[in-house]
């Protein structure tokens, strides 16, 4: 057997470097419960309200509902799709003037509507009125202009409608 003598302040200086390294790791303990029980909170507030289950399940879980959003989004962009393009071909664009059809006859109780999408296609109508009689006319807009001749109120009808 080694037997090993210290003086006396070999013996000190050995009882205080323990000392210190006592205090160290207890401050490092004290820390790494400060630390272990704010995972624990973080944990508890995580689990809440769930059964014993692991975490494994829990990012199972989330996964799953993630590509369920997935799925959802896709739907709702191809629909939103379906309905921008639906909205392009609705006439939804309207033009009205009124004035009167025949001079000296009544006031401005005709008038000319159009109706058009946002490719300038659909329909203007006009309705002419006499103290007598009306008569009302439809033509069919294809990008603005008709194959049947417009008036110059029909055409500002349309411009009316463009300018929506």
């Known amino acids: 057997m080694i037997e090993l003598v210290l003086s006396g302040t070999d013996a000190s200086i050995l009882s205080l470097i323990s000392i210190v390294f006592t205090i160290l790791s207890l401050i490092l303990l ?5 630390r272990l029980r704010k995972w624990k909170k973080t944990y508890i507030r995580m689990m809440k309200g769930k059964e014993s289950r692991n975490l494994e399940e829990l990012i199972l879980e989330v ?4 590509a369920e959003q997935d799925d959802r989004l896709a739907s709702n962009q191809e629909q939103m799709s379906k309905l921008l393009q639906a909205i ?7 033009g009205i003037i009124r004035y009167p059809a025949f001079s000296g006859e009544g006031s401005d109780l005709s008038f000319s509507v159009a109706l058009i999408d946002e490719e ?3 329909v203007v109508i006009t309705a002419l009125h006499t103290r007598n009689e009306s008569y ?3 033509k069919p807009i294809k990008e603005g202009t008709s ?4 008036t110059p109120e029909e055409k500002e009808a349309i411009n009316r409608a463009s300018a929506f």
Do not use: C, H, S
Not at 30 to 34: A, H
């Open 147 to 150: 194959d049947y001749p417009l």
């Open 88 to 94: 392009r071909t609705m006439k939804n664009k309207m």
């Open 30 to 34: 004290f820390i790494f419960g400060l």
């Open 120 to 122: 300038k296609n659909g």
């Open 136 to 138: 009302v006319y439809a």
């Open 63 to 66: 996964r799953e509902k993630i």
